[in-house]
């Protein structure tokens, strides 16, 4: 099985993301003998930070979708902080904005398996054209991408969506 190339900007999210897990598990050890709650929010988010660097570096489907969620997360705590005037925290807006937009980008989310890749997307089939008369019931070929069974005559691949 040949593996996915992984986009250079998916290893440096990875690498942010270790760096801020470091940053929370030091602060998180730093602040026990203070705050036993501010502690414990750090560290579980170091953890959770070291979790998705794998997550990333693997090119896990799961990463992606955390790291969609929490950067909307990001966002809405962040102006929360700001209208509570808690905090002007508009580069962590940015950042989020910038993942999220990265992380919405097609070979991203086909590095993640979260969408097809460029090329394969299927085209309009016409009427009639996926089953050939008197062998509907019978699968006549396989995916070329995916090695489904496809109906004979069949354009694209209903599973992968990769054109025949």
């Not at 008369?133 to 969506?161: E, Y």
Request: proline share 4%; with cysteine; glycine share 14%.
């Amino acid at each position: 099985m040949q593996l996915k190339p992984r986009p250079t900007g998916v290893t440096v999210l990875a690498v942010l993301a270790i760096l801020a897990g470091i940053f929370s598990l030091v602060f998180g050890v730093l602040v026990l003998a203070t705050s036993l709650l501010a502690s414990a929010l750090l560290l579980a988010n170091g953890i959770f930070d070291f979790v998705l660097a794998i997550g990333y570096l693997g090119g896990n489907g799961w990463a992606w979708i955390l790291g969609m969620v929490f950067g909307v997360i990001n966002i809405v705590g962040s102006f929360i902080e700001i209208a509570l005037r808690v905090s002007n925290n508009f580069i962590g807006i940015i950042f989020s904005i910038i993942t999220i937009y990265y992380l919405s980008r097609v070979h991203v989310k086909v590095f993640f398996g979260k969408g097809l890749s460029p090329g394969s997307v299927p085209l309009p089939t016409p009427v009639g054209s996926l089953m050939s008369t008197g062998s509907n019931s019978k699968l006549g070929i396989k995916c070329r991408n995916c090695g489904a069974g496809l109906p004979t005559g069949a354009t694209f691949c209903r599973d992968c969506g990769t054109i025949q």
